[in-house]
């Protein structure tokens, strides 16, 4: 049986997979050339008013937020048409969310991403919202079409929870990935009742966790109004974008590079062994809208 073999050249041609590739161990091959890898788009959408006075957020805003990011990323106007071209009427859709107490994906989000799935024409009663209980969820157990949403943060076993590790919940044991970092989640990917279903992916970051130490570390000091949200097809590289988004983030509040224990080395290991999409922030088109302030990246 043929052997995978990771080269240098591929594994040295990012930023994400340049930072981790001292920590990764993994074998290298010099001459051989790199793959040739198309742009994936990822947007990133940004409201100052998604807020209000007492921090509750605001569903018109969230709305609008994921309407213009959505349409932006599939090139269509109008944003039932964009959300025609993810899904169509005889889909079953899985919204897989994320009920981490601290930082659970908003309903707000939810309802959203529910609502513009009706609007495609998919029967509510063929769509379903779960987390936790997905292997047990009719709809996800037959679904045809997978929205993945969550918010981003850091992650005692990972290093960062992010789009990949979302689908952690679709095995029937997740320690079996723990593991070396959480290196192997991208063959979760893979698995019959996920592989080729996810139409988008939704990485929230309106207020991301940093920074923590310890399992199921939780301090608000190490959250921030970023009042964003990443929008894309490719789960590894909306997971990069917000790497990389986190490492400013790191610098910029402990006033030097503070590296994340564990490293989130899943995110590259995704892109270069098991090819679930791209780690290189060199190979993403990284689209901005609305508020720019302190955006970092």
């Given at each position: 049986m043929k052997q995978n073999v990771i080269t240098r050249r591929d594994f040295l041609r990012g930023s994400v997979a340049t930072t981790l590739a001292v920590t990764m161990g993994l074998p290298l091959e010099i001459n051989a050339e790199a793959e040739v890898k198309k742009k994936t788009k990822v947007v990133l959408i940004r409201d100052t008013d998604i807020f209000d006075r007492k921090g509750h957020i605001n569903p018109k805003v969230i709305q609008h937020m994921l309407?213009?990011?959505?349409?932006?990323?599939?090139g269509k106007e109008d944003p039932v048409k964009a959300w025609k071209y993810l899904v169509k009427p005889h889909d079953i859709v899985g919204i897989k969310s994320n009920v981490w107490g601290p930082l659970p994906t908003p309903t707000e989000v939810e309802s959203t991403l529910k609502r513009r799935s009706i609007d495609a024409g998919v029967l509510e009663g063929n769509i379903g919202i779960d987390d936790r209980g997905v292997l047990?969820?009719?709809?996800?157990?037959?679904?045809?079409?997978?929205?993945?949403?969550?918010?981003?943060?850091?992650?005692?076993?990972s290093g960062v929870g992010g789009c990949i590790k979302n689908y952690i919940m679709f095995t029937s044991w997740p320690p079996l990935y723990h593991p070396d970092s959480c290196s192997d989640l991208g063959?979760?990917?893979?698995?019959?009742?996920v592989k080729d279903k996810t139409r988008l992916n939704v990485l929230v970051m309106l207020n991301p966790l940093f920074h923590g130490i310890g399992v199921h570390h939780f301090?608000?000091?190490?959250?921030?109004?970023?009042?964003g949200i990443l929008v894309g097809t490719d789960p590894v590289a909306l997971d990069a974008v917000g790497l990389k988004i986190f490492e400013l983030k790191r610098r910029a509040?402990?006033?030097?590079?503070?590296?994340?224990?564990?490293?989130?080395?899943h995110i590259a290991i995704a892109d270069i062994k098991h090819k679930l999409g791209t780690s290189d922030l060199k190979e993403i088109e990284l689209l901005k809208l609305g508020w720019m302030e302190e955006i970092l990246i």
């Open positions: 309407d213009k990011a959505v349409t932006a990323l599939v047990k969820n009719r709809i996800f157990l037959n679904s045809t079409a997978l929205v993945n949403v969550r918010p981003f943060r850091t992650h005692h076993w063959a979760v990917w893979k698995l019959p009742i301090d608000s000091t190490y959250t921030w109004s970023y009042k509040y402990f006033g030097e590079d503070i590296p994340l224990k564990p490293s989130a080395k």
